[in-house]
């Protein structure tokens, strides 16, 4: 008989603690809850439609970082195409260079245009030779056309290229911290870093540019003709698309709504 009472009490503490165990449980996860509600509703949390717009934003960041991959690390930003008559009458010599290697071509004179007077086009079939710059390492430079680029406007305007992707990583990030904490405070140093690294991108083809110039003024007995090429064309574009997400960051960190500021709806009752 009290074997039977002690069972029988022990089976209610067990009830009773389990019961208590599961409605402070809840509790807790219901304030968590609230909790989670308040912050995303506050003026700090990101709201869904918001989400979206940084969502598509971050895409035109991550094409713009692509294109500057893609540009910094080819070596087609200026080519040099000097007269057929240049290297000798059955073939022609042309060259192009990035911010870390130069390429020479060499194909025959029959191929090309019997009216043109310059060596190219480059995508003639022909025979090619890359080297990387040693001035990165040793410090010696290079011959091309009986002409030497300017190592260190070359030197320089690699530096604003990986500084800028660097910059533009960093806003990556944090970008991706914003929409994983729904902190909107991540937004305003992203903008920054976008913004910087499209400035620094295009101090960099000025530079390049100008370390163009210096090279063709190197010697003027050799008359070359020069083009900037297609990996300019990436690089600037992600200086455009990078400058443009920037501020669209900044936008989008403001607490309110640009465009309802400047045209406020009209109320339906005047």
């Known amino acids: 008989m009290w074997s039977t009472f002690i069972v029988q009490d022990e089976e209610v503490r067990t009830v009773n603690t389990s019961g208590g165990l599961e409605g402070f449980t809840g509790s807790r996860g219901g304030g968590r809850k609230r909790r989670h509600r308040a ?5 700090d949390g990101i709201s869904e439609n918001q989400e979206g717009k940084i969502k598509l934003t971050l895409f035109m960041a991550v094409t713009a970082i692509m294109l500057t991959v893609l540009g910094v690390g080819t070596e087609f930003w200026v080519e040099l195409k000097p007269s057929k008559s240049f290297y000798n009458n059955q073939t022609c010599l042309v060259a192009h ?5 130069c390429c020479t071509k060499t194909f025959w004179v029959s191929d090309m245009d019997p009216k043109q007077e310059i060596c190219g086009p480059l995508h003639l079939q022909g025979e090619s030779n890359c080297t990387f710059f040693k001035f990165y390492t040793t410090g010696e430079n290079i011959v091309l056309f009986q002409k030497t680029p300017e190592k260190d406007l070359t030197v320089a305007s690699a530096m604003f290229a990986i500084i800028s992707l660097f910059l533009m990583v960093m806003g990556a990030i944090c970008i991706i911290m914003a ?12 903008a920054v870093c976008f913004i910087l690294s499209g400035v620094l991108i295009f101090l960099c083809l000025i530079v390049f540019h100008q ?21 300019v064309t990436c690089v600037g574009c992600a200086g455009g698309l990078v400058i443009a997400a920037g501020v669209l960051f900044l936008v989008l960190a403001l607490p309110y709504s640009p465009w309802e500021k400047c045209f ?6 005047s």
Not at 97 to 101: E, N
Not at 213 to 228: G, K, N, P, T, V
Not at 264 to 269: A, G, I, L
């Open 264 to 269: 406020p709806k009209k109320n339906s009752d």
């Open 211 to 231: 370390s163009v110039l210096s090279f063709l003024a190197s010697d003027q007995s050799i008359l070359l003709h020069h083009e900037m090429s297609w990996s």
């Open 97 to 101: 260079y990035g911010l870390w290697k």
């Open 179 to 190: 929409v994983s904490k729904g902190a909107q405070f991540f937004l305003k140093p992203a």
């Open 39 to 43: 912050h995303s509703s506050s003026g």
